[in-house]
């Protein structure tokens, strides 16, 4: 593998010559005790070094790789602190990405064109990372948009938590008739003939959403799998994410379902770190999964690439709520807590930890005195590591619970997706603190960061990040006030150092310094100096996780490992790949106005300048206007 030219830095070392340096770097380490250095080594997939170039020269040898990062920013690794990144990476290749994509019309081109290409029998889905507000047209693809631009070939296109759009042959091939009955929590839109028009609501349980992507067809072979799994990670890897605490989900069995990341680890082609939690599927036999889980395998088996975190994030179905926020609040069993009690207690006598699904301070009370009464008895949290996750209206009075009980938070930027819907249900002061993170902070609670991907919010951490300084949606609405935002340095300590100590590994990841692990990210813009809605649009030129290089692009094209091509042959993702990038910002209609008034006065104060020169005439020329030309 070749590295790039440098001046100035001859191979000298021998024993301890480092397997890779970069140099030239303006690095924000993220240790308080060193916060900013220009260079580092890496040896055996850890920092040996870090400092400067006279402090990495002696460890260059003739073996080294040397990275110029040509005066870049360098951040640690980013660790997306709940991420669906195993079922994601399972079916990453069978879908058409609309995230980023800034116009429905382009969209549909992209479908037109895909269900063009896609063989008989197979599906084009779009899944997640979109929301009708990114779009010029600011609405959702009508049911006859699908059917022209794909007449026979099935299309499912799903939409947020709310909803989901079939063309005709999809309502085919998913079965849907006039005699197919609503499922509980969904719903089947119909017209005035009795038929399925092709719209599908959830009423509040997106499972009616869920069970009908199911039914299109999956990926066959193991190797297809594990290609798909592998450029799912090389995408993260594309926006310097390096680490991810998969969250399960529904449709994620265990082991079946984690057997592609099993057998990828142990080949040494993890590009990515994955810690996994275990989620009960079946309503009424949470209970027995997790007992046999707990007979399977313990917290932190695994390896520093691969290993489990615990169980969450549903524990009992019963328990959790929905965040359709076009539907109004769920109401959760009257009893549910007895069940959720036995989960809970299971796991914490046998020294697992977990992670709670919650959007509501409704639900988060009620498990809370499940907790309490645990801790009363002596029993709760017994060491292990808890933690809710989304919480967007939890309360004051239930922060200040979960700190007294040693618990955690993890955010997600659902609402950069879905946060137009919130304002609508919930109104302006609400949507100020959904979720309230400096108050978490203030609380001294550790708030890890992530995005929820793949099937509502999009996989992109940036777009997470700049949600959490502007708190502003994908739509360019302001939701969060100043007071309720967060400075960039502790957005990025959320997306780093939180992520490694939800999972216990506060002391070797998070943090660019020696003997922690060499997992880092050269970025295309400075994060800490670009203007803020172009953050979202910042993506890694070289993404190294574990000393490797797994990612590389611009002036590092082909230093990262390579990869088999994507298939099938016919994915979206051979063709468009993933997320569409936009490169800056687009000016929303304000503050191009804004932008504009500015300009405005810049003209005026150059005019100005040139008459006090003598260079123009004193007084300003009249406007013209043709229209009122006599």
């Not at 070094?49 to 790789?65: F, I, L, N, Q, S």
């Not at 029998?121 to 899944?127: A, H, M, N, S």
Request: aromatic residues 8%; glycine residues 10%; contains cysteine.
């Amino acid at each position: 593998m070749s590295t790039m030219p440098v001046g100035g830095l001859v191979p000298s070392a021998t024993g301890d010559a480092a397997d890779l340096v970069v140099r030239n770097a303006k690095i924000h380490t993220g240790d308080s005790h060193h916060p900013y250095a220009e260079a580092l080594a890496v040896r055996d997939g850890v920092i040996t070094v870090v400092g400067d170039d006279k402090d990495v020269a002696p460890r260059v040898g003739a073996g080294t790789k040397v990275v110029d990062a040509l005066g870049r920013r360098v951040i640690p690794g980013l660790n997306d602190a709940h991420l669906h990144v195993i079922r994601g990476g399972l079916n990453y290749v069978l879908e058409l990405r609309w995230d980023g994509v800034r116009s429905l019309r382009q969209c549909l081109a992209m479908l037109r064109e895909q269900a063009a290409r896609t063989p008989k029998g197979q599906w084009v889905r779009v899944v997640g990372g979109w929301s009708a507000e990114q779009f010029a047209e600011r609405r959702l693809p009508t049911v006859a948009e699908l059917n022209a631009a794909a007449p026979d070939t099935p299309v499912f296109v799903l939409h947020l938590y709310q909803s989901a759009v079939l063309n005709r042959a999809a309502l085919k091939a998913a079965g849907f008739t006039r005699d197919t009955p609503d499922p509980r929590g969904g719903r089947i839109v119909r017209g005035r003939d009795g038929e399925p028009t092709g719209m599908l609501l959830a009423a509040p349980s997106a499972l009616i959403l869920y069970s009908t992507l199911a039914k299109a067809p999956g990926l066959e072979s193991e190797e297809d799998r594990k290609t798909s799994t592998r450029h799912f990670l090389r995408e993260l890897n594309r926006f310097g994410l390096t680490s991810a605490i998969d969250a399960a989900g529904g449709f994620q069995n265990f082991p079946d379902n984690y057997a592609t990341v099993v057998e990828l680890a142990k080949a040494g082609q993890l590009s990515l770190r994955i810690a996994y939690h275990l989620f009960p599927q079946t309503p009424g036999q949470e209970i027995d999964d997790l007992a046999r889980w707990i007979e399977m395998a313990r917290p932190e088996d695994g390896d520093e690439w691969l290993r489990l975190n615990g169980a969450g994030e549903n524990l009992t179905w019963a328990a959790a709520d929905f965040e359709n926020f076009v539907q109004p609040r769920p109401e959760l069993a009257s009893d549910y807590e007895a069940e959720f009690e036995k989960a809970v207690r299971l796991l914490v006598e046998n020294g697992w930890g977990f992670r709670l699904h919650a959007t509501y301070d409704e639900t988060i009370r009620r498990d809370l005195a499940v907790f309490e009464k645990l801790a009363a008895e002596g029993l709760f949290p017994a060491g292990n590591r808890w933690l809710f996750d989304h919480a967007e209206t939890v309360s004051p009075d239930s922060l200040d619970r979960i700190a007294a009980l040693g618990g955690a938070m993890s955010v997600q930027n659902r609402l950069s997706f879905q946060g137009e819907a919130f304002v609508r249900r919930y109104g302006p002061g609400a949507a100020a603190d959904a979720p309230p993170i400096r108050a978490m902070l203030d609380r001294g609670l550790t708030v890890g960061a992530g995005t929820d991907a793949t099937r509502v919010s999009s996989y992109n951490p940036w777009v997470a990040l700049h949600w959490l300084v502007s708190g502003r949606s994908v739509g360019d609405l302001a939701l969060r006030p100043p007071e309720n935002r967060v400075d960039r340095h502790t957005a990025l300590a959320m997306y780093t150092r939180a992520g490694a100590e939800l999972t216990g590994e506060a002391e070797v990841k998070g943090v660019l310094r020696p003997g922690c692990y060499a997992d880092l990210a050269v970025l295309s813009r400075d994060y800490f100096d670009v203007p803020e809605p172009d953050i979202a649009h910042i993506e890694s030129l070289l993404t190294v996780t574990g000393g490797r290089i797994v990612y590389a692009a611009a002036e590092y094209e082909g230093l990262d490992e390579e990869l088999p091509p994507v298939a099938p042959v016919w994915s979206p993702v051979a063709h468009f790949g993933g997320y569409q990038a936009s490169g800056r910002a687009a000016v929303a209609g304000a503050r191009q106005a804004e932008s504009l008034g500015h300009a405005i006065a810049e003209s005026e104060e150059h005019r100005q300048w040139r008459v006090a020169r003598g260079l123009a005439p004193e007084a300003a020329s009249a406007p013209f206007d043709p229209c009122f030309v006599l």
